[in-house]
Nanobody
Framework: QVRLVESGGGLVQPGGSLRLSCEAS????????MGWFRQAPGKERQFVAH????????DYADSVKGRFTISRDNAKNTAYLQMNSLKPEDTAVYYC????????????????WGQGTQVTVSS
């Protein structure tokens, strides 16, 4: 069975940092892009970042560019999202996703999702 499990969320003050992890099991990620999306209450799920299988190409939403870094360790079937200089508007549930071939900014184009991890940025 396909399973994605996010971890690393929590409460952090503005300007702080968190690192999210997403571990996949039940299938190999070979050839799959991995991505991160987030959803705040009453808001649509929005794109955060994605990375290709090889890790040679990444994409970021303008709102997080320069602050967040996506990476992956294919040997561990794991993706990461390093989040620095966090702002209150970053508060959301963060979801990991995987997709065959390259990445996409549209969440509807992603096939598998984790359960999400809560990130709260507040003083």
């Amino acid at each position: 069975q396909v399973r994605l499990v996010e971890s690393g969320g929590g409460l952090v003050q503005p300007g702080g940092s968190l690192r999210l992890s997403c571990e996949a099991s039940g299938f190999t990620l070979e050839g799959y892009a991995m991505g991160w999306f987030r959803q705040a209450p009453g808001k649509e799920r929005q794109f955060v970042a994605h990375i290709t299988w090889s890790g040679s190409s990444t994409d970021y939403a303008d709102s997080v560019k320069g602050r967040f870094t996506i990476s992956r360790d294919n040997a561990k079937n794991t993706a990461y999202l390093q989040m620095n200089s966090l702002k209150p508007e970053d508060t959301a549930v963060y979801y990991c996703a995987v997709r065959r071939a390259g990445g996409d900014r549209n969440p509807n184009r992603w096939g598998y999702w984790g359960q999400g991890t809560q990130v709260t940025v507040s003083s």
